[in-house]
């Protein structure tokens, strides 16, 4: 395994293999070699309150700081209706559980 500022890095093959912590092939393409286990998938936020209420749920915080709005719901199913001939985008929260989700993050 090759180390480049504290990144692990390895060959396709080795990593495929399950034999990253051994590759020595320099000349070949180095891919990172990632961490073992499922990655993580909510932010630290949403896993404190975790750890804090000892309730697991989904993380329903969006990825991008942009879309951190506070005029609009967090998540959002876009529905469309007819107006006289004119198509009409609306957005609302798509359902109760991801209410109860956005509710218990914000007490």
């Known amino acids: 395994m090759i180390i480049i500022d504290n990144v692990k890095y390895a060959c396709h093959s080795c990593i495929k ?3 990253s912590s051994q590759c020595n092939h320099s ?4 891919l990172p070699v990632r961490r073992k ?3 993580i998938t909510q932010c630290a936020q949403c896993r404190e309150q975790r750890l804090k209420h ?8 969006p990825r991008d700081p942009i879309a951190l709005a506070p005029s609009k719901p ?3 199913k876009a529905t ?4 006289k001939g004119q198509r009409i985008k609306k957005e609302t929260i798509s359902t109760s559980r991801q ?3 956005i ?5």
């Open 27 to 30: 000349e070949r393409t180095l």
């Open 54 to 61: 000892s309730v697991h749920q989904k993380c329903v915080c």
């Open 74 to 76: 967090i998540f959002k």
């Open 17 to 19: 293999g399950h034999r």
């Open 37 to 39: 286990g499922r990655p």
């Open 80 to 83: 469309h209706t007819h107006v």
């Open 103 to 107: 509710e218990a993050l914000l007490l």
């Open 99 to 101: 209410r109860m989700a």
